[in-house]
C-alpha cells in the first residue's frame, strides 16, 4: 500500500518491481492526485487508487480483504510538487491564490478560515510548535489586529504582512515559510493524523512485512520514531519498575534503520525537495509462540 500516491513516483517504481500476482493499493487524500493515478490504472491492472484519508487504511483494507496481508506499507508525508506549485491550492507565497492550504478540499477549514476565527493563544501556538517561528506571539497579534480591518483571503497579504513584521527580506528563505509551514499543518491536522496512521497500518500488515516512513519535519520525524522504538521494545513494565514482570517478549516490530536515513549529496543534487526527508523503516515481526 502507497499511503501518499502524490505524483505516483513512489507507486510506479513499485509497480515496475513487483511480481505478479502482487497489487498495490494506493491511497491519497487529494482528489486531483486520485485523477492522476486513475489515468494510471489502465496501464497497470495491479494498481488500485482511492480517495482516502491514510488514517483510514484500516478500513481501506478490510474493504480490500488485506488485513494482515501487505507486505508494504509506504507513507510520504507533507505536500507534493503538484500541490505546492499551483497557486490555487494556496501553498505557496510566491504566486498570489487563495489562502486555502487543504490537501483534501472537500472538507474541513481553509488556511484563511483559521487566521479568520482562531484565538491569539491558538494562532501563538500554531506558529511557534508546527514552525519553530521566533516572532510567533507578534505575528499573531498582527494577524488579529488586521483581520478586524478586512478577512484574509489570499496568500500574498499575508507573506507580506510576516515580511514586513522581519522588516523586509534578508537570508537565505523567504520570511513567511514558516509560518506557511505551521498553517499546513494546522489546516491538515497533520501531526493528529499521524500515530493514528501509525497504530492502523501496523495492524494491517502481514507478519515479515515492512513499513516506510518519509518524514520532512522533526516534529513529524520524533513521532515516527518514538512509535518504532516503542513497538520494538521487548519489555513494556514501567521505567519506575525494578524488575521485568511483563514477560519481556512484547516486541512487534524489528528496526530495519537503527538512526534516520537521510539523502545523500548525491540524491540532493538530483532532487534538492529531498533536502529536509529523513527515512525510517520497520518489519512486523511473527507473534511470540
Ligand atoms: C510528498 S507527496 C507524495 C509523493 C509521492 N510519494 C510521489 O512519489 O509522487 C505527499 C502526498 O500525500 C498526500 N497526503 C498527505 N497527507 C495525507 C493523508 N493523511 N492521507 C492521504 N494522503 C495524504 C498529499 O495529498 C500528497 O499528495
Redesign the pocket.
Known amino acids: 500500500m502507497?499511503?501518499?500516491?502524490?505524483?505516483?513516483?513512489?507507486?510506479i517504481e513499485i509497480l515496475k518491481k513487483m511480481e505478479a500476482p502482487g497489487s498495490l493499493i494506493a491511497?491519497?487524500?487529494?482528489v486531483e492526485?486520485v485523477d492522476r493515478g486513475l489515468s494510471l490504472e489502465a496501464e497497470h491492472p495491479n494498481l488500485k487508487v482511492l480517495h482516502?484519508?491514510?488514517?483510514e487504511v484500516k478500513d481501506v483494507a478490510i474493504e480490500e480483504g488485506v488485513v494482515g496481508k501487505v507486505n508494504g506499507i509506504?507513507a510520504?508525508?507533507?505536500?507534493?510538487m503538484?500541490?505546492l506549485k499551483d497557486p490555487g491550492r494556496g501553498f505557496s507565497f510566491s504566486t498570489d491564490g487563495p489562502l486555502d492550504m487543504r490537501?483534501?478540499t472537500s472538507t474541513g477549514l481553509t488556511a484563511a478560515d483559521i487566521l479568520n476565527s482562531y484565538e491569539e493563544e491558538e494562532l501563538i501556538r500554531i506558529f511557534r510548535d508546527y514552525g519553530e517561528e521566533r516572532y510567533a506571539r507578534r505575528i499573531a497579534r498582527e494577524v488579529l489586529a488586521r483581520r478586524k480591518r478586512s478577512p484574509y483571503e489570499n496568500t500574498l497579504a499575508f507573506a507580506r504582512q510576516i515580511e514586513d513584521v522581519y522588516g523586509g527580506r534578508r537570508g537565505r528563505i523567504h520570511p513567511a515559510t514558516r509560518c506557511f509551514q505551521a498553517l499546513r499543518i494546522a489546516v491538515?491536522e497533520?501531526l493528529e493524523?499521524l500515530p493514528h496512521?501509525l497504530d492502523s497500518a501496523l495492524e494491517v500488515l502481514a507478519q515479515g512485512g515492512r513499513m516506510v516512513v518519509i518524514s520532512f519535519h522533526s516534529l513529524e520525524d520524533r513521532i515516527v520514531k518514538n512509535f518504532f522504538r516503542d513497538k520494538s521494545r521487548n519489555c513494556i513494565c514501567p521505567p519506575s519498575q525494578a524488575r521485568c514482570t511483563c514477560g519481556g517478549n512484547n516486541a512487534q516490530v524489528q528496526l530495519l534503520t537503527r538512526k534516520v536515513v537521510r539523502p545523500s549529496q548525491w540524491e540532493v543534487d538530483r532532487n534538492p525537495a529531498s533536502r529536509s526527508s529523513r527515512l525510517r523503516a520497520a518489519e512486523k515481526l511473527g507473534v511470540p509462540s
Not at 5 to 11: D, K, P, R, S
Not at 76 to 80: H, K, M, Q, V
Open positions: 502507497d499511503c501518499t500516491f502524490g505524483g505516483g513516483g513512489h507507486a491511497l491519497d487524500r487529494d492526485a482516502r484519508n491514510f488514517t509506504l510520504d508525508l507533507g505536500t507534493s503538484f500541490q490537501m483534501d491538515n497533520e493524523s496512521f
